[in-house]
């Protein structure tokens, strides 16, 4: 997976990712209010020799300080020290809970013990910090007794009270917030990486170009009306979605068929993917430029194209292949310029058989001498073999793909189908395209990119 991969995932779940994002922010912010506010307060206490007459005595003194200083440190988490100070204040915390709350430190190479006691009350925290000071103090001559001269080696000095602290400590509602969203950032881009790899649907060319090297040929935006409208290009000739037929039209004068047939079948690999609009709109489109077109309705199972394009079907294909019409008696004008229909006509027991024929193989060259370009509207490739057969008689499929609804596995199988039978894949045609977010449908994202990209390898040979 490459980083526009990612980048597309990104877009593709903007949504959701926002959504677990700001929840991460909620739970975050929810945490620090549930969490009850920790005050701390800190009192200094100075740690100095006593009884130095001499310069050597005073700097063997200071030595002797700062080895003692680390275990008064350790003292003040004792009972020597907290006992007197839970009586005191009236606690009614043990000595252990209490210890829990306090912490004494001596830094390195100094005579100083910081003494820190964390407590919901600002005020007791203060209380409590300076009030075991006091009681370091005063058990300082038990710990040290006095030499011969009764002089205490050692003094200990509050050097700066506890003051009764403005902010609590804990809990950190920013840090936590921030937190949470970090945590709801990365779960929700997992989410939606796990999403798209779980989700098989094609959405649009990169993931079509995963599973085939073949060119996409065009792209047909969605239209919520394409069952009110099929036919676009003749309902509304200057609409976006109408030139996008205009280009798939552009871009198949550049197929190269390499054989003398100027036949596509125009196939899906299942249902409603939109091969019958496409065919009889991508007909018109070719008429409009001056060719002459004719179109069969090749889908002997459910044909659908006559009645996009409102003709009568009682006379068609099936007819002329068992000799009980002529060609030129079924062949059906659209219009008034050279677009041609030969409709499916009777639903025959044996559709297969039939499409794959020498009568049928006949009636396509005939119709290929006559006309400039022949399409054939066959069944999708999945659920019958009539459109395998069919693209074996012509010079090629062009395969249409709904974005949103076919699966990568339901294209593979079809070009697999297709490549069974030795059949020429001209090309893939997106249809439904979303006309909005990462995959939506541009103009020239497509339509234009496949004639622009033959002509400069061209110009590069």
């Not at 199972?301 to 009568?312: H, I, M, S």
Request: proline share 6%.
């Amino acid at each position: 997976m490459e980083l526009r991969d990612y980048l597309r995932i990104l877009r593709r779940n903007w949504i959701l990712i926002i959504v677990i994002t700001l929840a991460g922010v909620a739970g975050g912010a929810a945490f620090s209010l549930l969490q009850t506010p920790s005050y701390e307060a800190t009192t200094k206490v100075f740690v100095s020799a006593t009884g130095a007459s001499s310069v050597s005595e005073l700097n063997a003194g200071n030595s002797f300080t700062q080895q003692i200083v680390r275990s008064y440190a350790e003292v003040v988490t004792t009972g020597l020290v907290l006992d007197p100070v839970i009586s005191e204040l009236g606690l009614d915390d043990s000595v252990k809970d209490l210890a829990a709350r306090v912490t004494a430190t001596a830094t390195l190479n100094t005579v100083i013990v910081d003494i820190t006691v964390a407590d919901p009350d600002p005020v007791q925290a203060a209380n409590i910090a300076n009030t075991i000071a006091e009681n370091l103090i005063e058990a300082v001559p038990d710990l040290t007794p006095p030499n011969a001269d009764g002089v205490a080696p050692v003094k200990i000095t509050v050097a700066q009270s506890a003051l009764v602290p403005a902010d609590p400590v804990s809990p950190r509602v920013s840090l936590n917030v921030a937190l949470g969203a970090l945590v709801g950032l990365a779960l929700a881009i997992g989410i939606a990486v796990l999403r798209s790899v779980l989700d098989q649907r094609i959405r649009g060319q990169r993931d079509v170009e995963l599973i085939t090297d073949r060119p996409i040929l065009g792209a047909i935006a969605y239209d919520p009306k394409a069952k009110d409208r099929p036919l676009i290009v003749h309902a509304d000739p200057l609409s976006p979605r109408a030139e996008s037929f205009r280009s798939l039209r552009t871009n198949l004068q550049f197929v190269d068929m390499g054989t003398e047939r100027r036949s596509f079948v125009v196939t899906s690999s299942i249902e409603s993917e939109g091969k019958s609009t496409t065919t009889a709109n991508l007909a018109i489109a070719l008429r409009d430029s001056g060719m002459n077109v004719c179109v069969i309705e090749g889908d002997l199972r459910r044909p659908k194209l006559v009645d996009y394009l409102g003709l009568e079907g009682a006379v068609g294909l099936t007819d002329v292949l068992i000799g009980r019409a002529e060609l030129s008696d079924a062949l059906q004008r659209w219009g008034r310029n050279n677009l041609f229909v030969l409709p499916a006509g009777q639903i025959p027991p044996n559709p297969s058989e039939l499409l794959g024929s020498a009568a049928m193989a006949k009636l396509l060259r005939e119709l290929e001498s006559q006309f400039h370009l022949v399409l054939v509207d066959a069944p999708p490739l999945l659920p019958v073999t009539d459109g395998a057969i069919l693209s074996r008689q012509t010079s090629g499929a062009i395969v249409i793909t709904a974005a949103g609804r076919t699966q990568r596995n339901q294209l593979e199988a079809a070009l697999k189908s297709l490549a069974s039978v030795d059949a020429k894949v001209h090309g893939i045609v997106l249809t439904m395209m979303p006309t909005k977010g990462p995959d939506a449908y541009g103009y020239g994202a497509y339509g234009y990119g496949y004639g622009y990209t033959q002509e400069t390898s061209a110009k590069k040979r």
